[in-house]
């Protein structure tokens, strides 16, 4: 363990340097005002004035703030530390890497060393890729393979195939691709079984990541998969032959099949330069694929997936009626309330849901309300039981409905009880009910949540206006930090007159797809 006194030794031998003695006035400041911030804008504030300031005395103050009850706070903290721009002032967390603890702190470190790239950071966090934290292993993964460090390959290769927890499977997967192209016999077992794995985050890495690490034999493990397969993997592995074979077949899985029975002798993967003058038409093939078949489907969008969650806006401007009637009509549609447009979208979607799918839906205003606590089988009875559900809600807080249960949802009657809560309406669909547990910077990113689907259909007809976030780029940015291993497809449905560029940047994030019904 030399190399660990050694890289203490240096960080102390930093902080006893004469730069790092002289604490900037800021800090000063800090220690002196923030503590007596009531206010979480200010106390937001406060830490965001600590950001650049080349000084170990900002690392000592805001790993404190990490454990900070209000989310908003503890982020602006972790962000800061993130940003920390030299060796120097990252040296009071290098000592608690090599100590490994305090264990809350732990976690969001080795979070903050992989997005910046802490080269320094290397020795000390390799240790940890045996971590019996689920959480700490993660982040240690994801490090290693944001700074390529090719010396950790081999064990993230075995994390890969043998970690018992499936994040961290798929966070050792996109390590692979990210430094394991030099070593590509190394690195193919895990990813050929990965694609049999019994967790559909793991499935989806894996196909994935063929289209990076572009093997000869992925092409009949995908093939095998997409004839005898099932669920969301499906939906993604056309796309990634294209981007291994340069081949211009349709979206025929038997087709495929009896392509490779003839050429597995003589084909040959295409070079990256050849496949890198041809990748906008490729990209263009791929854009026009559709799932011949889907599970379920909801407004125009299929899919295999065979665990489907449906979350739907019933805030008080769901009462309104669409501007574009004569589309509506044209549709199918003989009432154009936006509200009762999508109550018939919702239950045409649940009755063709096949048997062998797990379902959910969850109502949103300004607050969430489930149908069901976890997903359940799309038997005769629980379609009915859901179409009845959906049939009988109501726009919350508009005219038409004076009291919240007579909406079907529980609680009081009122204009506030019909705003638009998206933030804590997505969090319910990714399986989280309290917002602030989802946004706490020390919280476990490993744990799985139980009771969620693979893929979300969305639909919303406005703006946020309520809830623990309500800024579109901050939620983004919190369900992209959600979903980061877990893979969710999110499919974004809109209806109305409002900007919606933010739900088709929701969708484009989370590997989905994006619908406008129209205004």
Known sequence: MRWISLALFASLALLASPAAA?????????????????????????????????????????????????PAVAAAAAEVLAQLPS??????????????????????????????????????????????????????????????DEESLPQIVTLAGEDPNPLVRVAAIESIVQMGKPQLELCMPPLLAGLKDEDTSVQVASCLAFRTLRHKDAIPALIDTWQNGEGLVLQHIYPTLLEITDL?????????????????ERFEIPSDAKLAERR????KTAALYVPKEGSAAFAGIATPSREVVFVIDVSGSMEDAV??????????HTQFAKMDILKKELVQAIDG??????????????????WRKDLVPANALNKKSASEFVKKLKPIGGSAAQARASAGLSGSAGVSAGRTNTYAALMAGLGVQDEKVALAVTRDDSIEVEGV?????????????????????EILEAIRKFNEFRRISIHAVAIGDFKKTWMRRLAEENSGQFVDLGR
């Open 22 to 70: 002289q604490t900037d006035p800021a800090v000063k400041d800090f220690k002196r005002y923030f503590k007596k911030a009531k206010e979480t804008v200010e106390r937001v504030e406060f830490v965001r004035s600590l950001e650049k300031i080349d000084d170990p005395g900002v690392a000592k103050e805001l790993l404190k703030v990490l454990k900070d009850k209000e």
């Open 87 to 148: 060796p120097e002032a990252r040296a009071p967390m290098l000592e608690i890497v090599e100590k490994g603890k305090p264990a809350e702190q732990l976690g969001p470190i080795l979070r903050c060393a992989a997005k910046g790239k802490w080269e320094e950071f290397l020795p000390l966090l390799r240790p940890h890729l045996e971590h019996k934290e689920d959480g700490v292993r993660l982040w240690a993964v994801r490090a290693v393979g944001n700074m390529n």
């Open 248 to 264: 211009q077949f349709g979206a025929d899985a038997e087709q495929w099949g009896r392509w490779w029975e003839n050429a597995q």
């Open 280 to 283: 906008e038409a490729r990209a």
């Open 323 to 332: 501007l574009e009637r004569e589309k509506f009509r044209q549709a199918g």
């Open 353 to 370: 849901l096949e048997g062998n799918v797990m379902f959910n839906v969850h109502a949103f205003a300004s607050e969430v309300e489930s």
């Open 453 to 473: 689907g693979d893929t979300m259909f969305f639909f919303s007809d406005g703006l946020p206006t309520v809830g623990a976030l309500v800024d579109t780029d």
